[in-house]
């Protein structure tokens, strides 16, 4: 792992348990304690766990009705300041993708945006925001995303393009194999190989 911020050598699972357990304690009471506490622990943090907590508490399944519309500022500060794929998928998979299917009509333009800025980090997000979403996957959106990074040299984005395909061949195949068919001659081998790895 390459990252700037030093590690105490505690587990991710280790992490969210303690972080679980504090949040029992000492309970948030509504969506300004969430986003205060999340912000506290990301701008604050000196070691990387202190960010994977924060990412804990902002996922747990108690606070779900928090997460509306209002947190976008939040999630693109988080990816922004982030910069990094470990805590940048994370968020784009579980938080951002939760957002995008609760509110398909808001979210799909700003991940389109978000698919050509300059930050490689705003793109990375968009590719791998419906990884996981299975049948709630918008092929549409997805396609139009992918499309906007080929070409890309950054390994990053390459491989990203790559995991958001396999993870939708998981529940339509046969579309993802027509899109790789399809643009074969634009996706880049590492894209292709990662997205037909469980096609046979």
């Known amino acids: 792992m390459k990252s700037a911020m030093p590690y105490r050598g505690v587990t991710l699972p280790e992490v969210r348990r303690v972080a679980k357990a504090a949040l029992k304690e000492h309970p948030l009471h509504d969506q300004s304690d969430l986003i205060a506490t999340v912000i506290a622990l990301w701008d604050d943090a ?64 700003v991940m389109r945006e978000w698919a050509a800025n300059d930050d490689l980090w705003r793109r990375r997000a968009a590719l791998v925001c ?24 950054d390994f990053f984005v390459r491989k990203g393009i790559g995991w958001a395909l396999r993870d939708y061949a998981r529940a339509d195949p046969d579309w993802v194999r027509a899109f790789v068919a399809g643009h074969a001659d634009v996706l880049s081998p590492l894209s292709i190989r990662e997205a037909t790895k469980h096609l046979g």
Do not use: C, F
């Not at 902002?58 to 606070?63: G, I, R, S, T």
């Not at 939040?74 to 609760?102: F, K, M, N, P, Q």
């Not at 979403?133 to 139009?144: G, H, V």
């Open 130 to 153: 419906q990884v996981g979403a299975k049948s709630e996957t918008d092929p549409e959106l997805l396609a139009d995303i992918i499309m906007a990074a080929v070409g890309e040299r």
């Open 46 to 109: 000196e070691y990387r766990e202190e960010r994977y907590a924060a990412l804990t508490v902002l996922q747990v399944p108690k606070h779900r009705n928090w997460r509306d519309l209002t947190l976008l500022p939040l999630y693109e500060h988080l990816v922004i300041t982030g910069r990094w794929w470990d805590l940048v998928d994370d968020l784009a998979s579980h938080s951002i993708g939760e957002l995008l299917r609760a509110y398909p009509t808001e979210l799909a333009p």
